[in-house]
């Protein structure tokens, strides 16, 4: 009560409470991979961010089903919302099986290609996938309707639940090896995420026979979307996954905490993108000028971007020792390289996303470009980690030039077409 007067009279929005509850959520998910770090090791915690990195790829692939449900659900109205929500759900469910299985069914494969201990953390993962899913398309109904209070909650959930339960395993039952027990805490805190679920009034109505037919309009942006998150899995995912399989178990150690300590750039820049894509949304819908608030989150982003990239200049040994301890000193000189390679990504995802809302789809092939050049040059210059944070910052630079470069372009072609002309 007294908190929800002190709210009340701070006049707290409910987008600003969202913000707060994404740095809690963000935050809790760094102690996790943080106490992991320090309690496995940069050999078993190698194994552990497989699995971690997996939950990512998977959280880029649902966030398609996420986005294109926040997307729907702002814009139709209550009889097509309900049909929407029917078909994207029994599609999310039919997907997240389809993927599970295809995880399981390669589990013995995926411990030869990325050197892990054992299969079964694939087999445990794989049963979580269509999990996660669902849990996505219930998270986009809610950031569509800006419920951003049972939003914050799923999450908050999300968080809680793994980093309780995973570290419990790994104190209190050391008989369970860590890698199973970091499994375990991963499925478990999916299901947790569920609560609360609101897509139950439309799942009651659902019939067996249901269409599964989606208009052209939610196809076309499911299919750009997917494309999008498929860009944003291969650019933030694929450094790790092929140091995993190009080097040994501890120098992949080492370049996990790396990238976890840089990465904190694009978990803090999350929650403005998690805003600005319903905001957008709704001035097109208004017929209002869009321009203002991407400049806005630039500029947001890139102040807290120049502040962490000036940390890890002045103080790059001081936080990989508090962060994971001094086993993984080694990294410190190439922290600040990698928070650049980093912050240069978050900016330029603001542009993409910013496009990809108004229905725009070219900053999405260059993203894609973008990827599978990052992929190709780390796959052919690989001699050393050092090398492989060298080739991000340029990949990330081109990236983000021919972002900007297409927004100016994009602003000229507007203010010609709108400009009248003489007779």
């Not at 699995?51 to 998977?58: A, C, E, R």
């Not at 087999?123 to 219930?138: R, W």
């Not at 944003?232 to 790396?258: C, E, P, R, T």
């Not at 990504?345 to 990827?371: E, K």
Request: net charge positive; glycine share 4%; aromatic share 14%.
């Amino acid at each position: 009560m007294l908190a929800s007067t002190f709210l009340k009279s701070k006049k707290i929005t409910s987008e600003q409470l969202f913000m707060l509850s994404v740095l809690l959520v963000n935050g809790g998910n760094y102690f996790y991979n943080l106490i992991l770090g320090r309690l496995l090791g940069p050999s078993q915690f190698a194994d552990a961010v497989v699995l971690v990195t997996f939950l990512l790829v998977l959280s880029f692939l649902a966030m398609t089903f996420q986005l294109v449900t926040t997307k729907f659900s702002a814009l139709l109205e209550y009889f097509d919302l309900s049909s929407f929500i029917n078909s994207i759900f029994k599609l999310s469910v039919i997907t997240g099986i389809i993927i599970g299985a295809i995880i399981i069914a390669l589990s013995k494969w995926l411990q030869q290609a990325l050197q892990t201990q054992n299969s079964m953390m694939f087999v445990i993962f794989g049963t979580a996938v269509p999990v996660y899913f669902i849990l996505s398309v219930n998270r986009g109904f809610l950031q569509g309707n800006n419920q951003f209070k049972p939003l914050s909650i799923t999450y908050q959930l999300e968080m809680v639940t793994r980093l309780v339960l995973t570290v419990s395993f790994l104190l209190f039952i050391p008989k369970l090896e860590p890698i199973i027990s970091v499994s375990i805490g991963i499925v478990i805190s999916l299901i947790a995420g569920f609560f609360p679920f609101k897509l139950m009034p439309f799942i009651e109505r659902m019939s067996i026979k249901s269409s599964l037919i989606l208009s052209r309009p939610v196809k076309h942006f499911f299919i750009v979307t997917l494309f999008y998150e498929l860009t944003q899995i291969i650019i933030n995912n694929s450094d790790i996954l092929l140091v995993k399989h190009f080097f040994n178990s501890y120098d992949a150690g080492l370049y996990a905490s790396l990238a976890l300590i840089g990465r904190v750039v694009y978990f803090m820049a999350w929650m403005f993108v998690m805003l600005l894509l319903p905001k957008v949304i709704e001035l097109k819908k208004n017929n209002k000028n869009t321009t203002q608030i991407l400049f806005k989150y630039v500029s947001y982003i890139t102040l807290l971007c120049t502040v962490i990239v000036i940390g890890t200049i002045l103080l790059p040994e001081t936080i990989v020792s508090l962060l994971f301890g001094d086993e993984y000193l080694e990294i410190a000189p190439l922290l600040w390289k990698y928070a650049v390679a980093t912050s240069l990504f978050a900016i330029a995802n603001i542009f993409s996303y910013y496009f990809l809302s108004l229905g725009n789809y070219i900053p999405v092939i260059i993203s894609g470009i973008m990827g599978m050049m990052q992929v190709a040059m780390i796959y052919w210059f690989h001699d050393s980690l050092h090398t492989v944070v060298l080739v991000q910052i340029i990949a990330m630079v081109v990236l983000l030039t021919g972002q900007v470069l297409y927004f100016c372009q994009s602003k000229t072609d507007q203010n010609h077409s709108s400009t009248p002309t003489g007779i």
